[in-house]
């Protein structure tokens, strides 16, 4: 499985991105697979931020971003989004991708990783 992640820049603090994140290959169009979305500011560890379901029925957040982010997926496209409003300096980091089979296992510890994408908020 193979993600590839989009839609990162230089966002000003109360702006918004929206980032994307394309998954291909393997099992993916057979299988049914959780993606989620993790970030990683520099010096620090790589965090939870976002999960969705395959059937997108549960989302799941980081207290850090509930009501300030929204993670969607369009399953036809393989594709799972992450909006993010109202961001914040701390928000900075690369983001990365993730997929897992397991539902659980998508927020913890998944099996496969995108490349990540940079996204940077300036206050």
């Known amino acids: 499985v193979q993600l590839v992640e989009s839609g990162g820049g230089l966002v000003q603090a109360g702006g918004s991105l929206r980032l994307s994140c394309a998954a291909s290959?393997?099992?993916?169009?057979?299988?049914?697979?959780?993606m989620g979305w993790f970030r990683q500011a520099p010096g620090n560890e790589r965090e939870f931020v976002a999960a969705i379901t395959w059937s997108g029925g549960s989302t799941y957040y980081a207290d850090s971003v509930k009501g300030r982010f929204t993670i969607s997926r369009i399953n036809f496209k393989n594709t799972v989004y992450l909006q993010m409003n109202s961001l914040k300096p701390e928000d900075t980091g690369v983001y990365y991708c993730a997929a897992d089979r397991v539902d659980q296992s998508v927020r913890i510890g998944p099996t496969y990783w995108g490349q990540g994408t940079q996204v940077t908020v300036s206050s």
């Open positions: 290959g393997g099992t993916f169009s057979t299988t049914t697979y959780a």
